[in-house]
C-alpha cells in the first residue's frame, strides 16, 4: 500500500519560514516525480514545485526564489522549504508522486500564513 504523509505545515507570520515533509512508503520516491501542490478552498489545485528523478526542479513564478524543494533518497522523504511567506501562500499543501502510470497523493497539511 502506498502511502505519502505530509507534515510541517502550520500558522507562521508573513515573512516566517516552514518546512513541508513528505515521507513515502510502499514506492521508491526516487523513482517517481516528486511535487508539491496547493489549493485553497473553491480553487483549482496548482502546481508549487517538482523535482524530477534526475533532481532537476521546476517551481510555480509565484514561489521562485522563496520555495525550495529538495529529495532524501535514504530517507524516502521530499521536503518543501518555504521561506518569506505571504498571505496569499495560505493553502492546503499536497505532496504528489507520479510514475509508472500511477498517481499519488498525500492527505495534505495545511499551511496558514497570518499575523
Known amino acids: 500500500q502506498v502511502q505519502l504523509v505530509e507534515s510541517g505545515g502550520g500558522l507562521v507570520q508573513p515573512g516566517g519560514s516552514l518546512r513541508l515533509s513528505c515521507a513515502a512508503s510502499?514506492?521508491?520516491?526516487?523513482?517517481?516525480?516528486m511535487a508539491w501542490y496547493r489549493q485553497a478552498p473553491g480553487k483549482q489545485r496548482e502546481l508549487v514545485a517538482r523535482i524530477t528523478r534526475d533532481g532537476t526542479t521546476n517551481y510555480a513564478d509565484s514561489v521562485k526564489s522563496r520555495f525550495t524543494i529538495s529529495r532524501d533518497n535514504a530517507q524516502n522523504t521530499v521536503y518543501l522549504q518555504m521561506n518569506s511567506l505571504k498571505p496569499e501562500d495560505t493553502n492546503v499543501y499536497y505532496c504528489?508522486?507520479?510514475?509508472?502510470?500511477?498517481?499519488?497523493w498525500g492527505q495534505g497539511t495545511q499551511v496558514t500564513v497570518s499575523s
Open positions: 504528489n508522486a507520479n510514475g509508472h502510470a500511477h498517481d499519488y
Open positions: 510502499g514506492i521508491i520516491s526516487s523513482m517517481y516525480v
